[in-house]
């Protein structure tokens, strides 16, 4: 497609369910990165995806959360038994290769709420 | 590991103002710099970008200028508009793929 789209664009759920959020990156992007905004704050490195390589998890910050990514097309972020300090926006952005002056697409954003 | 430091914010201005928003970085070897910037109610998108030392980007009046010496990035823009309220990231990218990026600095600029 011609950006990087995210799915769902909001998402309200209620604390200990399990939410998926989906990011669908540029055709031909091999480079994908999830990323956490809390309010007010900055961008929370999450985990890295590059080409059929081992994924970068170190920025994931509890078991509950995980994400996956079959080659270079859609990934899903899955939190389990959602805690309400998980509501924040989840960002998605996808680039080509590994070089470090290409630059990030981003998508708009899933805005999580959990009640 | 890799670091980006912003300058805090939130910075509120009058139109016409001078703005510097000052960056420094911590990388191993020899990073690409980044400002991107969000606009209210859309994501981000790259505002400029520097891949190598004393190398200057620029774009739509804002500038900012690679300095390997200070381990600097800092953005500047002489004459700064409403238009240009938003949070400003800076980042860096490396060859090893992740890119780290500074908390943002909100800009409001009042007329």
């Known amino acids: 497609g011609a950006g990087v789209s995210q799915s769902p664009s909001n998402k309200v759920t209620e604390k200990g369910k399990d939410v998926e959020l989906r990011c669908d990156p540029i055709s031909g992007h091999t480079a994908l990165y999830w990323y956490r905004q809390r309010l007010g704050q900055g961008l929370e490195f999450l985990i890295y995806?590059?080409?059929?390589?081992?994924?970068?998890k170190s920025g994931l910050p509890s078991d509950r959360f995980s994400a996956e990514r079959t080659g270079e097309s859609v990934s899903t972020l899955t939190i389990q038994r959602t805690q309400q300090e998980d509501s924040a926006v989840y960002l998605c952005?996808?680039?080509?290769?590994?070089?470090?002056?290409?630059?990030?697409?981003f998508g708009a954003g899933s805005r999580l709420t959990v009640l | 590991g890799d670091s980006v430091t912003q300058m805090e914010g939130p910075v509120t201005l009058s139109e016409e103002a001078f703005l510097t928003i000052n960056c420094t970085y911590t990388a191993t070897g020899y990073p690409s710099l980044f400002w991107y910037v969000q606009y209210p109610g859309e994501g981000l998108q790259l505002l400029l970008k520097?891949?190598?030392?004393?190398d200057k980007g620029s774009n739509k009046g804002f500038e900012a200028t690679y300095r390997k010496e200070t381990t600097s990035f800092h953005l500047e823009k002489g004459s700064v508009q409403v238009s240009d309220s938003a949070v400003y990231f800076c980042a860096l990218g490396t060859n090893a793929g992740k890119s780290t990026f500074g908390d943002g600095t909100t800009l409001t600029v009042k007329p």
């Open positions: 995806f590059q080409g059929n390589s081992a994924p970068d």
């Open positions: 952005a996808s680039r080509t290769g590994t070089g470090g002056a290409n630059v990030l697409t």
């Open positions: 520097a891949t190598k030392a004393d």
